[in-house]
């Protein structure tokens, strides 16, 4: 039949590539079983998603691109509405944005109702917090998606329930986190900010976890990017705690992962190293022997950090493949600039088993190359 109506989802990702790109393999997976995606996103993110986005529509996938506009924020330059494209340490503006976005947001909606084709449900980013609230004003239904994984989500849950009620416990030079999780875990004060653990409402960290605590609990049900066979502990906890129901979608791949037509390549930026010759890297090492280091392209790593990093990586003798964040090719060198941070001689000193990767790197093509055989990952 036809004129079928089809069940239509919007998927709302936090503008960042990192949580972009997720949030359309989850819109192509979706779209794949019938539905009809509208997939919102702000401009800046078009370039880097237009080709996978153009290729799963000719495939036959009922994808809509919805473009909202990218409300001012005082302290954001002109056309950086994106995470990556940031001068570093400034995601905070990227936030202020996104919180924003919820004004345009409701008036897409409002415009769907009008023409009687309003999403059944909205799938939202869990930095996206406006979007329950939303959903609840136009009684939809609204899911939380993770790109993460299940151990980290439960993580979040218990620091922030523990630092909400109050519920840690201090022994020596540790912190025990102990609210509803099925062992105990206990973090040396090193390992974590000085003021991770501190309630005060002035404390911007232990303030952004308890936004997201609260947010998880007015959702319909959690998606996360992970199988029930790798962490089934992790899932049965999350649904013990928030009571909800927790459907674990991953992993979730490109469609050429899965005899698609998609390019893996085309996802994301312009890495500074084209594939053939980052093939070409990968395929002179020994199985199984490359360790991948990447912490995502909004985390960026202090001097003493990037210095320690690369110190470790030297003195390991394993070949390794490291993007950097900031490419001093691509921006004007600045006190921020972990490129800056090396220490001196090292790119020399490891240019036989070490590739550094200035800026974006085609993770998937390299994750996915058999002399690979370790990842060191922020896991989120």
């Known amino acids: 039949m036809k004129n079928v109506e089809k069940a239509h989802v919007a998927a709302v990702p936090y503008p960042a590539l990192g949580h972009s790109i997720p949030f359309l393999d989850l819109a192509m997976l979706l779209a794949s079983h019938g539905l009809t995606v ?62 924003k976005l919820q004004q345009p947001f409701n008036c897409w909606i409002e415009g769907q109702l009008q023409d009687q084709s309003p999403p059944v449900c909205v799938i939202h980013d869990l930095f996206i917090k406006w979007a329950p609230e939303t959903a609840n004003r136009y009684k939809i239904a609204s899911f939380l998606f993770n790109s993460v994984g299940a151990f980290a989500m439960s993580m979040l849950h218990s620091v922030s329930g523990s630092i909400l009620e109050n519920d840690l416990q201090k022994e020596g030079n540790s912190v025990v986190v102990r ?24 404390n911007p960290i232990a303030q952004f976890f ?44 490109p469609p050429s992962f899965n005899g698609g037509q998609t390019r893996v390549k085309s996802r994301g930026k312009m890495a500074d190293i084209s594939e053939k010759e980052l093939l070409r890297w990968l395929d002179s090492q020994t199985p ?43 921006e004007p060198a600045t006190s921020d600039s972990e490129g800056r941070y090396l220490p001196e001689g090292f790119l020399e000193r ?28 922020h896991c989120g």
Not at 41 to 62: F, H, K, M, S, Y
Not at 179 to 202: T, Y
Not at 358 to 377: C, E, K, Y
Request: charged share 15%; aromatic share 8%; with cysteine.
């Open 38 to 99: 509208s997939y919102i996103t702000t401009a800046v993110n078009i370039p880097r998603l237009q080709q996978t986005i153009l290729e799963a529509v000719n495939n036959g996938l009922d994808i809509r691109l919805v473009i909202l506009p990218t409300p001012p924020v005082e302290g954001l330059p002109q056309g950086y509405k994106n995470t990556d494209l940031l001068p570093l340490r400034s995601g905070r503006l990227i936030n202020e944005m996104a919180d």
């Open 179 to 202: 609210l509803n999780q099925m062992h105990p875990l206990k973090f040396q004060r090193h390992e974590v900010g000085v003021d991770f653990f501190n309630p005060d409402p002035c």
């Open 210 to 253: 308890l936004r997201q605590y609260q947010s998880i609990g007015q959702d319909c049900g959690m998606l996360i990017n992970t199988f029930r066979e790798l962490e089934p502990d992790y899932i049965q906890h999350l649904e013990n705690v928030t009571d909800k129901p927790v459907w674990a979608v991953g992993p979730l791949l």
């Open 288 to 330: 199984r022997s490359v360790v991948y280091v990447s912490f995502g392209s909004n985390t960026s790593l202090s001097e003493q950090q990037t210095n320690a990093l690369a110190t470790c990586l030297e003195a390991s003798e394993q070949p390794f493949v490291w993007p950097v964040k900031v490419s001093p090719r691509i």
């Open 350 to 377: 490891t240019k036989n088993r070490g590739l550094v990767i200035w800026g974006w790197a085609p993770q998937l093509v390299i994750l996915s190359h058999p002399s690979v055989g370790a990842f060191m990952s």
